[in-house]
């Protein structure tokens, strides 16, 4: 069973939106960690690894709508959820 599969459930996309961002980093065993990466353009990275785990790397000093807003796009990506279309501009790249 996949990762995305195992989070497409119909209460999880929701609240991806109206959960508190802590309870959906506990929720799907992701570690929010301070990224060193300092070009404004980048807005943080969802890394899966077998031995570390879920990470959620964001830049410190964000605003915290900013972060809050990144990290819901980043996770919903991440985990292959069904999320709310990005606005124009904003992508996310997986790798």
């Known amino acids: 069973m996949s990762v995305a599969s195992t989070y ?3 209460y ?9 961002l802590p309870e959906l980093l506990t ?7 301070d ?3 300092a070009d404004p353009g980048f807005l943080g990275a969802f890394v899966e690894h ?3 785990g879920r990470r959620l790397l964001m830049p410190a000093g964000r605003s915290t709508f900013e972060r ?10 991440g985990l292959g959820l069904d999320g709310p279309p990005l606005p124009p501009g904003l992508e996310v790249t997986q790798l």
């Open 50 to 52: 077998p031995a570390s």
């Open 35 to 37: 990224s060193t990466v």
């Open 12 to 20: 999880v996309v929701p609240r991806l939106l109206t959960a508190p």
């Open 8 to 10: 497409r459930r119909p």
């Open 68 to 77: 809050d807003t990144a990290a819901r796009m980043l996770l919903a990506a």
């Open 27 to 33: 929720h799907f065993e992701v570690e929010l960690t």
